[in-house]
């Protein structure tokens, strides 16, 4: 024992002195580490500002109880809602929040009602938008112009609606894929967009069907086809799909989580994944069919994932700094 104990004693003196080496290199600290160090504490207490002001919000605490929590505003996004903390302490506040709605069952006509309030809302939000244009017959364009950029909203009556944007000629020359920041579409007919451009936030409402495809991508979408909805050929996109007959995902393109894909009608309404495609969230038929190839990739997040209008509770399932 007494063997053991001589040698350990060279060890712990060893720790003792690498220990007495750390310590004193902390103490002489350059300004510049302890400039970081202080950085990544008050980044820390922002967030522990802002998630306070989130859970006391959905504890149903009115703002302000709490003195020195940072306010927080809300904004729908399509079955979700998204809160951000803003002014805090004179700075703006960085966090997002986006919340779903946790359930314990599943109900056909509950779900029925669910697309029908999702439907409604996404068509009055495109005809009450300001600076509505308004055409009548087919329609096709190659680009959007500044002022159709500025205003973002169009209705088409008794005709279709083809957005051939980027890959064509239309960007030719410029350096990186363009970015339209929302577009809003009510058409009396199908509605086709393709190419390789973004839009952050990309809404649109058609009797017919709407077709997704060809390296489009989209930040945040609301989609509703009376005949179908399909989102084909390498689109990334994220948000809810509608369709009274069928919605069909294929050929690698991607719906990103959250994603919520809807096929809803009183018979023959379907819901295909095809051909490699990616889907995160949750993609249902209510009283219909739901079909998938071996290919596809299925992330099933529909535990936080229910639309605002079935009761149930709210839960935060995305944060991140903006």
Request: proline fraction near 3%.
């Amino acid at each position: 024992m007494q063997f053991k104990r001589g040698n350990a004693l060279p060890l712990v003196l060893g720790v003792l002195l690498v220990l007495s080496i750390l310590l004193s290199a902390m103490l002489r600290m350059p300004g510049t580490l302890r400039r970081t160090v202080a950085i990544v504490a008050d980044e820390t207490q922002e967030m522990y500002w802002a998630e306070s002001a989130v859970l006391a919000k959905l504890e149903g605490f009115p703002e302000g109880y709490f003195a020195g929590l940072p306010a927080v505003e809300s904004r729908v996004l399509g079955p979700w809602t998204e809160w951000r903390t803003v002014k805090f302490d004179g700075r703006v506040n960085k966090f997002q929040f986006v919340l779903g709605n946790a359930y314990s069952r599943f109900s056909t006509s509950e779900w029925a009602r669910c697309a029908v309030l999702l439907e409604r809302n996404l068509q009055e939000r495109i005809l009450q938008a300001d600076g509505l244009q308004k055409f009548s017959g087919n329609r096709r364009f190659f680009n959007l112009d500044s002022a159709m950029a500025k205003r973002g909203a169009v209705n088409v009556s008794a005709g279709d609606l083809t957005l051939d944007l980027g890959g064509n000629g239309a960007f030719d020359g410029l350096a990186k894929r363009p970015i339209v920041r929302s577009f809003m579409a009510n058409v009396e007919g199908d509605v086709k967009i393709r190419g390789n451009v973004h839009f952050d936030t990309l809404r649109i409402y058609a009797s017919g069907t709407v077709t997704v495809q060809r390296d489009v991508s989209v930040g945040f979408a609301e989609i509703f086809g009376f005949a179908g909805v399909e989102v084909t050929g390498d689109a990334s996109l994220a948000g809810i799909l509608l369709s009274k007959q069928s919605v069909e995902i294929s050929r690698q393109a991607k719906m990103m989580f959250p994603s919520v894909a809807i096929a809803v009608g009183y018979r023959g309404n379907r819901l295909a994944l095809r051909e490699k495609s990616v889907f995160e969230g949750l993609a249902i038929a209510p009283s219909g069919s739901f079909e998938r190839d071996s290919s596809t990739v299925l992330l099933d997040s529909s535990k936080t994932l229910l639309p605002f209008c079935m009761e149930s509770r709210n839960v935060v399932f995305e944060r991140r700094r903006l």
